[in-house]
């Protein structure tokens, strides 16, 4: 099956920092990447959609200067929190797909990042 | 009102029962609907797949979807122990912008005890 790894899968800053959160398609070229946002007991949100060599598309509401998504390859897409304040805390999900997946509108989710800003 | 409404729960349930997991959703446009389970601090894995209106059925799971009321639904049969984990469904529309788009209801949490 498809697997996509996401890194790292915890990580805890100072607010101010900036984090950067990788995800690969391990066995499959992803030309597109979603992003998402969970916080606990609700649902996952959609931040962006990131397709490989172009901008990525986010949704309203969402800063594209606060997280800046780069999908520079087939293979990885990066989810960077600039200025990190305590509100970013939250669980960070990417999700890869391709092709005939894509429409079927299938996609394969990474572990997650729990990010908690300090 | 969201768009997806799911019953967070607690649900929990001895082993070997049959669980009925339930949303309802309010767009009309959705196509394509699907069931993940999501293990504690891992990412959601996609159980089952169906579009438009009908049922589908794989091993102990079965996924049914109603257009007409806007309801779709997972039961688990012979539930087990390792089936402890929170269920969302999902759904999106068909092509254009929303290609991919998923909208996620907020989870179930299921706990099967033995």
């Known amino acids: 099956g498809a697997v996509v790894s996401q890194h790292p899968s915890r990580v805890i800053c100072k607010s101010g920092t900036s984090v950067k959160i990788e995800c690969r398609s391990l066995?499959?070229?992803?030309?597109?990447m979603f992003w998402y946002r969970q916080f606990p007991k609700q649902s996952l949100m959609l931040m962006a959609t990131?397709?490989?060599?172009?901008?990525?598309?986010?949704e309203q509401g969402v800063e594209k200067d606060k997280f800046l998504i780069n999908h520079a390859s087939l293979t990885l897409s990066t989810l960077t929190v600039t200025s990190a304040h305590p509100e970013d805390s939250s669980f960070y999900i990417c999700?890869?797909?391709?092709?005939?997946?894509?429409?079927?509108?299938?996609?394969?989710f990474g572990a997650g990042t729990r990010l908690s800003v300090l | 009102q969201k768009e997806v409404e799911q019953d967070p729960g607690p649900l929990s349930v001895p082993e070997g029962a049959i669980v009925s997991l339930n949303c309802t959703y309010s767009?009309?446009?959705?196509?394509?609907f699907m069931w993940y389970r999501q293990y504690s601090r891992k990412g959601p894995e996609l159980l089952m797949y169906?579009?438009?209106?009908g049922n589908k059925e794989d091993g102990r799971f079965t996924a049914q979807v109603d257009k007409s009321s806007k309801y779709i639904s997972l039961f688990i049969r012979d539930s087990q122990p390792s089936d402890s984990a929170t269920y969302l469904c999902?759904?999106?529309?068909?092509?254009?912008?929303?290609?991919?788009?998923?909208?996620f209801g907020q989870g179930t949490i299921l706990t099967v005890h033995p």
């Open positions: 066995d499959f070229q992803a030309t597109t």
């Open positions: 169906t579009y438009s209106s």
């Open positions: 990131s397709n490989e060599g172009s901008k990525a598309t986010y």
């Open positions: 999902a759904m999106t529309k068909a092509g254009g912008t929303s290609y991919g788009k998923l909208t």
């Open positions: 999700s890869a797909t391709s092709g005939r997946d894509l429409a079927k509108n299938i996609q394969y």
């Open positions: 767009n009309s446009a959705f196509q394509y």
